[in-house]
Every structure is written in C-alpha cells, then in structure tokens.
C-alpha cells in the first residue's frame, strides 16, 4: 500500500491524499461503509459503486470468523469473491466487538476468550491467530488486535489495557511479517492508538506505534463514550506525533459534524454504522440539516427527497413517499435511508477534499458545522 500527500489545507491541519492498493485507489479524506458481514446492510454492490461511490468498504473479522466461517471464505478466494467487491475492503480486528460482549469474554495475556453471540461456543482470539484469521479473510487493510478501553475508565485501568495492547501489537506484527497473503495481493497491518481520554497514554501509545514504522495507523477507542471535546482533543495531542505521510484512520467516527471536525484536525480515513444504522431508522442526514422522516411534517410534502442531494433516491422519492414508508414498515424505506445517508456521507468527503485542494476549507467547513447541526 502506498500513500502520496498531496496537499495541506491553509489554515487547517486537513489533507488531501492518495492511498493505492492492489484492489484500486482511495482518494482521501475518505468514508467507508462498514460492511460488518461482507455486505453493506441493504445495498446491492450496484448501488454502492455506481450512486454512493464508495472507494472502499469494512468487514469485520469477529462476524465474518464467526459466519460464513473461515473455510468457506478460503474455498471462495477471500472476500472480495465470496461477495463481488472488486475494489481495496478493510477489516477490523474484531477487538471491539469481543470487549463489547462484557461477561461473556474473559481477557488475558494470550488474548481474549468469548463465547459466540450466535450459539455459546468458546473461541479464542490471540493476536497470532487474528492476523492468521484476517489472512483468510483476505482484506487488503488489516487491523491490529487490541484491547477497546471504555471512554469512561478511570486512569489505572487504562494504563494497564494499553500495556496489554501494546504487548499485543509487538506480537501482531511479528505474525504479520513471518506470514504471506493467501490471494495473490499485498496485505497490510495498521496499528491501533489507544489510550482513552489521557495525554500521556495518547502520547505513549502513538509513539510506539510510530515507532513500528507501518504504512498507516488508526486510532481506536474514540466515540466510546467519551465527550465530542474528549475526542478532538485526543485526535489532536495523536496527530502531533503521528508521521505526517502516513495515512490516519479514525475508527467507528461519526456523524457529519465529527467527520469535518477530524478532517480539520488532520484524519484521513473514517467509518460508522451511523448512515446506514440511522438511515433505515427514518434519520436523514442532508446538505439542509438532519430530518426526521417520521414526523408528521412531512406527511404532505411532495418535494424530492433532498433537492441538494446526489443520489438517485434523492430525486426520484418525495418526502411523503419515503415517511409513509417508514410509516408502513416498508422494507424499501430503510433502503431508500441507507443509499441516502450514505450517498450524503461520500459526497460530504469529497467535497471536502476539494476544498482543502482549493485551499478554502475552514470556511467552507465553518458554515457546514452549523447547517449540518440544524434538525428540520
């Protein structure tokens, strides 16, 4: 994988850049949909290629691991066969996934032992065997197992959970550098900062992750619970000791307003559920505000769906339409929200990326924080 800056913004800590896989390049700032199971949740490939535009999508390791498994995944040649995607797929290392499963998962030295949400059965997950299981998985960007610490832990356990981390990290690189890809394209490993909500373990953990000399780096534990001010803050303070040109992932963030504000601050990569979760739960995020396609406010508007939006769904429903949908539990409307948000979503990084080309984006991005926060 390789990475070309292209441009810093004036006045601003945002760039433009250029990531180049084996399954295609991503312009950034970019989002990502998470595809959590190898699917974007009710979207056909057709709708995220050619309306969302997306560059790249999520897996996650944990869901996959678990179902189809990884026999089948290896049978099919990786996961962009076994589900179509032809271009670059990133997976999360499950990490998140297992610590949110609370007393049903014990975590230890050698890794962290769960019991499976689907049928009870023990699994163990090690940093060893999670570099292994996303070999197989076959993305071309892979996480490092860690440990998520919880936006509210107190100092001492937040200490010690990125100690764990980084013992964890030091063996997920070993494994990842005595293995080879399964498919015939290069792989690689980004390590996770963590260090919740304290300068010096921010500082501590983005040190060493430096120091391992990857291709790009993500920074975990962040919309964890902690506040917005917590969050900036902490993206700061990391981006201050994180090499400039190598890419920046900021995981599971967020609404279109954290987005800008990370952008600002000097992220490349994000993702979230939220379009897609929101979307098929009536929240619309538009270039107008935030709507909620419930209210009864809409019941007569026969204007398009978004006027300012890109998407086909944008143009061709009205907000009347899309609510009675929603209204009726109409399996449509949660598509129609879906393909919206995140049409919305790709447009708002792309948009943004032109701006700090043209070097007007913390103008640009002033008034957009406000108009973005306004509920029709």
Same mark, same amino acid.
């Given at each position: 994988? @390789?990475?070309?800056?292209?441009?810093?913004?004036?006045?601003?800590?945002?760039?433009?850049?250029?990531?180049?896989? #084996?399954?295609?390049?991503?312009?950034?700032?970019?989002?990502?949909?998470?595809?959590?199971?190898?699917?974007?949740? &009710?979207?056909?490939?057709?709708?995220?290629?050619? #309306?969302?535009?997306?560059?790249?999508?999520?897996?996650?390791?944990?869901?996959?691991?678990?179902?189809?498994?990884?026999?089948?995944?290896?049978?099919? =040649?990786?996961?962009?066969?076994?589900?179509?995607?032809?271009? %670059?797929?990133?997976? $999360?290392?499950? =990490?998140?996934?297992?610590?949110?499963?609370?007393?049903?998962?014990?975590?230890? +030295?050698?890794?962290?032992?769960?019991?499976?949400?689907?049928?009870?059965?023990?699994?163990?997950?090690?940093?060893?065997?999670?570099?292994?299981?996303?070999?197989?998985?076959?993305?071309?960007?892979?996480?490092?197992?860690?440990?998520?610490?919880?936006?509210?832990?107190?100092?001492?356990?937040?200490?010690?959970?990125?100690?764990?981390?980084?013992?964890?990290?030091?063996?997920?690189?070993?494994?990842?550098? +005595?293995?080879? %890809?399964?498919?015939?394209?290069?792989?690689?490993?980004?390590?996770?900062?963590?260090?919740?909500?304290?300068? #010096?373990?921010?500082?501590?953990?983005?040190?060493?992750?430096?120091?391992? $000399?990857?291709?790009?780096?993500?920074?975990? &534990?962040?919309?964890?619970?902690?506040?917005?001010?917590?969050?900036?803050?902490?993206?700061?303070?990391?981006?201050?000791? /994180?090499?400039?040109?190598?890419?920046?992932? /900021?995981?599971?963030?967020?609404?279109?307003?954290?987005?800008?504000?990370?952008?600002?601050?000097?992220?490349?990569?994000?993702?979230?559920?939220? %379009?897609?979760?929101?979307?098929?739960?009536?929240?619309?995020?538009?270039?107008?505000?935030?709507?909620?396609?419930?209210?009864?406010?809409?019941?007569?508007?026969?204007?398009?769906?978004? %006027?300012?939006?890109?998407?086909?769904?944008?143009?061709?429903?009205?907000?009347?339409?899309?609510?009675?949908?929603?209204?009726?539990?109409?399996?449509?409307?949660?598509?129609?929200?879906?393909?919206?948000?995140?049409?919305?979503?790709?447009?708002?990084?792309?948009?943004?990326? @032109?701006?700090?080309? #043209?070097?007007?984006?913390?103008?640009?991005?002033?008034?957009?924080?406000?108009?973005?926060?306004?509920?029709?």
């Amino acid at each position: 994988m @390789k990475f070309e800056l292209i441009q810093k913004g004036k006045g601003t800590k945002a760039r433009a850049g250029k990531i180049t896989t #084996d399954h295609g390049e991503i312009e950034t700032p970019i989002f990502m949909p998470v595809g959590t199971i190898g699917s974007v949740k &009710g979207l056909h490939l057709k709708d995220l290629s050619d #309306d969302v535009q997306a560059q790249i999508i999520l897996g996650n390791t944990y869901h996959l691991y678990l179902r189809p498994g990884l026999d089948t995944l290896e049978k099919a =040649g990786g996961l962009h066969k076994f589900n179509g995607w032809n271009g %670059p797929i990133l997976t $999360d290392s499950g =990490g998140f996934q297992v610590f949110s499963l609370g007393d049903i998962r014990k975590i230890t +030295e050698e890794g962290a032992e769960f019991r499976s949400h689907i049928d009870g059965s023990r699994h163990l997950f090690t940093p060893e065997n999670v570099m292994d299981t996303q070999r197989t998985i076959g993305a071309d960007i892979i996480m490092a197992f860690d440990e998520c610490t919880p936006g509210d832990a107190d100092y001492g356990y937040a200490k010690k959970s990125l100690s764990l981390t980084q013992r964890w990290l030091e063996r997920c690189v070993k494994r990842f550098d +005595e293995t080879k %890809p399964k498919y015939g394209y290069n792989q690689t490993l980004f390590p996770i900062v963590q260090g919740c909500v304290y300068k #010096d373990l921010r500082i501590k953990a983005a040190e060493h992750v430096a120091s391992l $000399d990857r291709e790009g780096y993500a920074i975990g &534990g962040l919309s964890v619970g902690e506040s917005e001010e917590d969050m900036y803050a902490m993206v700061e303070v990391v981006n201050e000791v /994180l090499p400039e040109e190598k890419p920046r992932y /900021l995981m599971g963030v967020g609404t279109p307003v954290n987005i800008l504000e990370n952008i600002d601050r000097g992220v490349d990569m994000f993702d979230c559920v939220m %379009p897609t979760r929101n979307g098929r739960n009536g929240m619309l995020f538009t270039w107008n505000g935030i709507m909620n396609m419930r209210n009864q406010k809409w019941a007569n508007d026969f204007t398009p769906l978004d %006027p300012a939006g890109t998407s086909y769904v944008d143009q061709t429903y009205t907000k009347a339409y899309v609510r009675h949908l929603y209204k009726s539990k109409e399996m449509l409307g949660a598509q129609i929200g879906s393909i919206h948000n995140l049409t919305f979503y790709l447009s708002l990084v792309r948009e943004a990326r @032109k701006q700090i080309l #043209d070097g007007t984006f913390p103008e640009w991005k002033a008034r957009m924080v406000k108009q973005l926060s306004r509920r029709l």
